[in-house]
């Protein structure tokens, strides 16, 4: 089975990393910081009670070491009640640090031990550690400094363990702030590199479709785009391919088409040319001036169509990519002359002049003669087509700096051409909308042009705006 992501499924996979790394990185917070909590609630619960219960039993030793002698000395019934007290004190104080031991805290086993001596020493006096009479110390000396060395020792172990825990508070502190950092690292790696792995996904997809799509507007036709990711562009790039090949075989049908047509009309035509010639000529027999006008007429009409048949024959030939330029260095000078001289009188006929506008010398193209020469009469014979009768045509060129080429320049006082049409004038059988009912023409013109300057390695353009006329333009390789 194959595995299908498409747009949402990528950006939903790149959400989820996402989520895991965000919620990753708060685990590992919550569990340090729990941790944290725990450790800390344990000082302030345990560590922090017997440090200060062991600090008072201590004192109430000493002050119960003090009282005592004071008594056994002075006699005075205040001393044996603040020794009786300090006593309490004590007892009570130990009672607090016992009772600390539970399920979840444990204290040390030195509190334990010091009780059971603690709890000895009183059940060997009987129960009564002060006797109101006896003259000997009731808690012998060395045995009070036995208890406080041990309250030390426990002591000293409470905060070995303080310290520990603030150690390990320390390093779970540095652990969260780490993971957090690191989180936030990956997290802005993830977007980085997710981000620009989904724009590269869509993007380059994007582009393809693009060429693709621009490559149906120009004259070679669509071509198929290789996009072969899963998404949602495979399929519109599926899509796209099915309507170009569609589209190729429907103008090979066209092209097809128009070729047979062409080859089955020529030879009746050239027959239907031949005998009204002749009949003009006389040649069947004598005909009367009406006769010979509507011969005329039929002539006139037929070269048309015979022209028309012609130009659809080149840009078949054209299409199939069978134009063979031959390029030879040419002087543009009187090459131009020449070219103009021809047209003159189809100009003439409109009342319009053409008039060129070159220096005395420019450097030579490479050019085929023939095939330029097309292009020129193409264009001119558009300027007088769209030109009010009158009107001049003007030709000039130009070299750019370096003398690496030369172009011309042809322009009119017509119509001129809207913005939105300028670029599709070029394209074959294209013929403005204004125009199509009452001018002649089929719209190759411009199409053979384009074709046969893109073959000689130049370019070819127009400018031109509403009511200023046009000015067409094409770039050739000088030598
Ligand atoms: P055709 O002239 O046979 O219609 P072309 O390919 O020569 O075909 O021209 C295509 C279209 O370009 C024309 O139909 C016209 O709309 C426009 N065009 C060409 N030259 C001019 C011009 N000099 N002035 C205004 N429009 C023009």
């Not at 426990?154 to 508070?169: D, I």
Request: with cysteine; charged share 25%; glycine share 8%.
């Amino acid at each position: 089975m194959k595995l299908k992501t498409g747009i949402t499924g990528k950006l939903f996979i790149w959400y989820s990393i996402f989520v895991l790394i965000f919620f990753g990185t708060v685990l590992v917070l919550y569990v340090n910081v729990h941790q944290m909590m725990r450790i800390s609630e344990d000082i302030m619960n345990k560590n922090y009670k017997i440090s200060s219960a062991s600090k008072r039993m201590i004192e109430s030793l000493l002050t119960m070491e003090e009282n005592e002698k004071k008594y056994l000395i002075l006699r005075k019934s205040d001393y044996l009640n603040y020794f009786i007290s300090a006593q309490k004190e004590f007892e009570e104080s130990f009672g607090d640090i016992l009772g600390l031991e539970s399920r979840e805290t444990k204290i040390s086993f030195k509190w334990k031990e010091m009780n059971k001596i603690y709890q000895q020493f009183v059940s060997a006096s009987g129960g009564v550690i002060v006797s109101n009479y006896s003259k000997k110390l009731w808690i012998p000396e060395a045995v009070i400094d036995e208890w406080i060395r041990k309250i030390s020792e426990a002591r000293s172990e409470n905060e070995l363990e303080v310290e520990q825990a603030n150690r390990e508070l320390n390093r779970r502190g540095q652990m969260a702030l780490r993971s957090g950092l690191v989180g936030l690292g990956i997290s802005i790696l993830v977007g980085l590199l997710g981000g620009r792995f989904l724009a590269h996904s869509m993007i380059r997809p994007l582009r393809e479709l693009l060429a693709g799509i621009r490559s149906i507007s120009k004259a070679r036709g669509s071509e198929p785009i290789h996009i072969r990711s899963k998404d949602e562009f495979g399929e519109v790039a599926r899509a796209y391919n099915e309507t170009a090949s569609r589209l190729k075989e429907e103008k090979r049908m066209r092209s097809d088409f128009i070729s047979m047509l062409s080859h089955e009309i020529r030879t009746p035509l050239t027959s239907i040319r031949e005998s009204v010639s002749l009949i003009r000529e006389g040649i069947m027999g004598e005909i009367n001036a009406r006769q010979g006008k509507f011969l005329e007429i039929a002539d006139l009409e037929i070269g048309r169509v015979c022209d028309l048949l012609n130009r659809l024959m080149e840009a078949l030939r054209l299409e199939s990519n069978t134009l063979k330029i031959q390029p030879v260095p040419l002087d543009p000078v009187p090459f131009v002359a020449g070219t103009l001289e021809q047209i003159r009188p189809a100009a003439a006929a409109k009342n319009n002049g053409v008039e060129a506008q070159l220096p005395d010398s420019l450097p030579h193209i490479m050019a085929d003669a023939e095939h330029l020469q097309r292009v020129f009469f193409n264009i001119i014979g558009n300027a007088i087509k769209f030109s009010a009768p009158g009107t001049n045509i003007f030709v000039r060129a130009e070299h750019d700096e370096r003398g690496k080429t030369l172009t011309f320049f042809i322009s009119d006082n017509g119509p001129g051409i809207p913005d939105e049409e300028q670029s599709f004038i070029f394209n074959k059988y294209y013929r403005a909308r204004g125009i199509r009912d009452h001018m002649d023409g089929v719209g190759l013109g411009l199409s053979i042009s384009k074709h046969i300057i893109e073959a000689h390695g130049g370019t070819i353009g127009v400018r031109s705006s509403v009511g200023e006329g046009s000015e067409f333009y094409f770039k050739l390789p000088a030598v």
